[in-house]
């Protein structure tokens, strides 16, 4: 399966984004999706998770309120919807699927797409 992440672009803080991040190969739809994100200079982080069947969503507890991750099984597309954006928002964000383990830890993803910048000008 490969994934491709897209809908990043330069925002003013206060703005809205919506990533989208969808699977060629076949259905993901049995594996829970996350997106993180990195900003220059610092570590990749979590930011949302979606169980398989969409019946579980985990975030980041500072983006809790903002951001909302949700999937279309039609679409075979996970998307993170950001809303009220902040300069701290900056980064590459990455979607990635699992077939098990933390929702939050980068290391238990197998699969990742490359990654779509998201700019948040003040």
């Known amino acids: 399966v490969q994934l491709q992440a897209f809908g990043g672009g330069l925002v003013q803080a206060g703005g809205s984004l919506r990533l989208s991040c969808t699977a060629s190969?076949?259905?993901?739809?049995?594996?829970?999706t996350g997106w993180f994100r990195q900003a220059p200079g610092k570590d990749r982080e979590f930011v949302a998770a979606i169980s398989w069947n969409g019946g579980t969503t985990f975030y980041e507890d500072s983006l809790k309120g903002r951001f909302t991750i949700s999937r279309d099984y039609a679409k075979n597309t996970v998307y993170l919807q950001m809303n009220d954006l902040k300069v701290e928002d900056t980064a590459v964000y990455y979607c990635a699927t699992q077939e098990e383990g933390r929702a939050a830890a980068p290391d238990d993803y197998s699969n990742w797409g490359q990654g779509t910048l998201v700019t948040v000008s003040s």
């Open positions: 190969g076949r259905k993901f739809s049995s594996a829970a």
